[in-house]
């Protein structure tokens, strides 16, 4: 717990350096994502069968300062901006802790740039917010798509933000403003590294399923 504390305290780790070229290709692909292209600390890895509407969670999903996500590559531990971008975090907080992200696979994964998950249909094409639908953009100056690790919104255009997200596998700038950066991984990186690397065939969908076996708020 205190090198998860340590790692909080870096909330901005990184400088912006230039994505590469195949990441740049990839710019309409994420822009447009899964919605309308069809697009360290080790975790308890119970799955869960059932998903559940209430929360099970202590935490105040609201304050929550981090999520960690079990997959059945390992665990990745996620530190949230709550403060910068507060609507967002509570949405992916939220999320998780009413067992909506629990047995959802990462449906679309592009190496070298990002691996893309949060929609329950797994189609790429489902997915609702807390909100009762989709909610706003959350731009903040300081969060950027500087650096591999980023976890950040995916959408279909301007304020179509649902239950979808995904991280980083290196820098994107090129997104920067398009889509809200609302966390960073801080524990598991080579989980998500492993995740990048699996193979996929069409509209990048994994071969094998990549799946979230459940999400906890902390």
């Given at each position: 717990?205190?090198?998860l504390k340590k790692m909080f305290k870096h909330e901005y780790p990184f400088s912006d350096t230039a994505a590469s070229s195949s990441a740049a290709s990839s710019s309409s692909a994420i822009s447009t994502p899964a919605h309308s292209n069809?697009?360290?600390t080790q975790a308890k890895s119970t799955?869960?069968?059932?998903?559940?509407s209430s929360t099970t969670s202590a935490v105040d999903p609201a304050?929550?300062?981090g999520v960690l996500?079990?997959?059945?590559?390992?665990?990745?531990?996620?530190?949230?901006y709550k403060d910068q971008?507060?609507?967002?975090?509570?949405?992916?907080a939220t999320l998780a802790a009413t067992h909506k992200y629990d047995n959802v696979i990462f449906h679309r994964i592009i190496p070298g740039f990002m691996i893309q998950g949060g929609d329950p249909t797994g189609t790429g094409t489902g997915g609702k917010s807390i909100y009762g639908g989709k909610f706003a953009d959350e731009f903040d100056a300081s969060l950027t798509h500087s650096a591999k690790g980023v976890?950040?919104?995916a959408n279909s255009g301007p304020n179509t933000n649902g239950s979808q997200f995904f991280i980083t596998l290196g820098p994107t700038p090129h997104l920067n403003g398009k889509h809200t950066v609302f966390g960073q991984v801080v524990d598991g990186m080579e989980v998500v590294d492993a995740i990048g690397?699996?193979?996929t065939g069409e509209q990048d969908r994994p071969v094998k399923d990549v799946v979230i076996l459940k999400a906890e708020v902390f």
């Open positions: 717990m205190k090198k069809l697009a360290t799955q869960s069968t059932t998903q559940s304050t929550a300062s996500l079990t997959t059945n590559y390992g665990p990745i531990t996620i530190a949230l971008v507060p609507k967002t975090t509570r949405n992916f976890l950040s919104m690397a699996a193979r």
